[in-house]
């Protein structure tokens, strides 16, 4: 497998995989798509990077299996979000989550950031992710009650890359 850049061509793809995973609203995947667009259209900006995880690495059955997309917090020294991350859920389980935010963590501290912060829902749909992330070893630092909706909390998980 392969993790890269993304490109304008990825973008179909991209949309396919988040609508697939089937816990983002219409709305939640337009937004996301806005910061694929940005990333792609105005990478000089440095606000959003996305990369996309291939499998296999080449040849004719190449497909986009996963992507991320995170950034540096602004107003910030070292502290960077993850904004995204999905696999397609046929393709989940096998580590492909993982290797991703394995990834991103490289990248951040590559990028001598010490901080990477996760914010998300604590809807029942969620709990997978919630685990993945406990799992990844991220401590929820704050849970903001009934912030997405009512029952449907804002999540902030937290974990520390390097020492200043």
């Not at 959003?48 to 995170?70: A, M, N, W």
């Not at 604590?122 to 070893?137: D, E, I, N, V």
Request: with cysteine.
């Amino acid at each position: 497998m392969k993790i890269r850049p993304a490109n304008a061509a990825d973008r179909a793809r991209i949309q396919e995989v988040l609508v697939a995973t089937a816990r983002f609203t219409r709305q939640e995947v337009g937004w996301a798509m806005e910061l694929v667009d940005l990333a792609i259209d105005r990478p000089e900006r440095g606000e959003y990077e996305i990369h996309v995880l291939e499998e296999p690495d080449s040849g004719p059955r190449r497909k986009i299996q996963g992507y991320v997309c995170f950034g540096p917090t602004p107003l910030t020294q070292g502290v960077f979000d993850l904004y995204w991350i999905a696999v397609d859920p046929k393709q989940q389980g096998q580590g492909f989550g993982q290797l991703l935010l394995k990834f991103v963590e490289n990248e951040v501290r590559r990028q001598n950031g010490r901080m990477l912060l996760i914010e998300t829902s604590s809807k029942q749909s969620y709990a997978p992710t919630l685990r993945f992330y406990q799992h990844a070893g991220y401590a929820e630092i704050s849970r903001i009650k009934d912030f997405y909706r009512i029952e449907d909390d804002k999540v902030v998980f937290s974990k520390i890359l390097s020492q200043p």
